[in-house]
């Protein structure tokens, strides 16, 4: 399985911007899908956005026209740009790939919304 690692998470105001990396140990043109999920304290994770092989994209409602996530197969690098980030946005994000070998996690990188 590739390995993950997430960075580019911190301290924002509301309303700012964060861009999320997720630097995958190979190619990442195999994995059929991969997504961003989050986790704020005390809570479920959740799927934030995904994206397939093919391009196609899917965003949670809550963060729908504020989050947009890409894939750069060159790169082996998924990325999650988040904008008008707000308070409710706190959380532990984590990429995920899915391959037919099963899927892998990164270790997170935290997000916090704050004034």
């Known amino acids: 399985q590739v390995q993950l690692v997430e960075s580019g998470g911190g301290l924002v105001q509301p309303g700012g911007s964060l861009r999320l990396s997720c630097a995958a140990s190979g190619s990442i043109s195999r994995m059929y899908y991969m997504g961003w999920y989050r986790q704020p304290s005390g809570k479920q994770r959740e799927l934030v956005a995904g994206?397939?092989?093919?391009?196609?994209?899917s965003y949670a409602d809550s963060v729908k026209g504020r989050f947009t996530i890409s894939r750069d197969n060159a790169k082996n690098t998924l990325y999650l740009q988040m904008n008008n980030l707000k308070p409710e946005d706190t959380a532990v994000y984590y990429c995920?790939?899915?391959?037919?070998?099963?899927?892998?996690w990164g270790q997170g990188t935290q997000v916090t919304v704050s004034s």
């Open positions: 994206i397939t092989s093919g391009g196609s994209t």
């Open positions: 995920n790939a899915r391959e037919i070998g099963g899927p892998s």
